[in-house]
């Protein structure tokens, strides 16, 4: 079973409210030099193409084309909406969710769920990530950070408690990275280039010095984008442990230690720097990604990674299903 933990739903509910120029919980669509787009506070993306309406039949054939056994379906980010009022984000969740759940249904076996919450009111996302996982998800996908908040914050604690609790596998997703909050990096898509890696670093960097993975050492962890540069940066990270008292409020062991404790998606488009991740933190915390159905993914990622130089057998199918079916208890 090849699983990808990477891939994404648009939901029906979203094309239904605005396709005929209504909104969704506040995001629309916009036609920009005859190209569609998908509006919300914090993005314009697009220009759509074909796949984002996929159907679940479509869904499954690109699969099948793709190797790909099972899919682990998330929210774009732009639809985590940490932005909106917490009951307005709590109803699109429960609406994301509800629709994911039935593709569940349909097509046991072959789509697995990863739950939007509303994160910027902890009690509220602890409560739809248990009913999520009382449908059958295996998790939560989230932001690589909550509108502004990073994970260190006292106020987000509960909810990773729950999610240890739950064993709730967390897929960590990158939106409005701070790129865009600077001004800088708006053009040239750098804010995706650039700024969706730096986001991600900056989640785990918060993760490790907040010292989250010291209080709970059991939580399954995985990082989109291969952890951005995270472990292009742990030696740099290291060096300033051992060197300034900053780094030290909350933690004893050098950083490096806590990679051990972390994940990441094989979304690298370098063969070289793939190797490096998998080196740095080992076969079996890497997983397979595809970005479905976006542009900056993967057309055949099982292809890609089966193309991968230096990987023993052994290390591709960790990489391909091993890791994640064990991570989400899947015989």
């Excluded at 260190?152 to 997703?173: N, Q, S, T, W």
């Excluded at 986001?199 to 399954?220: E, H, M, Q, Y």
């Excluded at 990679?259 to 998606?265: C, F, P, R, S, T």
Aim: net charge negative; charged share 20%; aromatic share 10%.
């Amino acid at each position: 079973m090849y699983i990808d933990v990477h891939a994404h739903l648009i939901p029906q509910a979203f094309w239904t409210a605005t396709d005929g120029g209504g909104e969704w919980y506040r995001a629309s669509q916009r036609e920009r030099a005859g190209r569609r787009y998908i509006v919300t506070r914090d993005r314009l993306a697009g220009p759509q193409e074909p796949l984002w309406r996929a159907s679940l039949p479509e869904r499954l054939a690109v699969m099948d084309r793709q190797g790909v056994g099972m899919q682990l379906l998330s929210s774009p980010p732009y639809f985590f909406n940490y932005h909106l009022p917490a009951d307005e984000a709590e109803a699109a969740a429960r609406e994301l969710n509800d629709e994911i759940a039935l593709a569940m249904r349909e097509a046991p076996g072959r789509i697995g769920g990863l739950a939007t919450v509303p994160l910027q009111d902890a009690a509220r996302a602890v409560s739809e990530l248990e009913r999520a996982m009382a449908l059958g998800f295996v998790g939560a996908a989230l932001g690589t950070h909550v509108d502004g908040r990073d994970y260190d914050d006292p106020a987000l604690f509960p909810f990773f408690e729950a999610a240890e609790r739950l064993g709730a596998l967390l897929f960590f997703h990158p939106h409005a990275p701070a790129t865009q909050a600077s001004g800088r990096g708006g053009s040239y898509y750098l804010e995706n280039f650039v700024g969706f890696p730096l986001d991600s670093t900056i989640a785990i960097a918060s993760l490790i010095f907040g010292g989250v993975l010291d209080r709970l050492p059991s939580l399954k962890l995985v990082f989109a984008h291969a952890g951005g540069y995270a472990c292009f940066a742990i030696g740099r990270w290291d060096h300033g442990f051992g060197v300034r008292g900053e780094p030290h409020a909350h933690i004893a062991r050098p950083p490096r230690d806590y990679l051990e404790l972390l994940y990441v998606d094989t979304i690298t488009h370098d063969y070289p720097a793939l190797r490096y991740v998998v080196e740095t933190m080992g076969a079996g915390h890497v997983v397979l990604g595809s970005d479905f159905p976006y542009d900056m993914g993967y057309e055949s990622p099982v292809e890609w990674l089966r193309g991968a130089p230096g990987l023993s057998s052994d290390d591709r199918e960790l990489i391909l299903g091993e890791t994640l079916s064990g991570l989400i208890g899947l015989r």
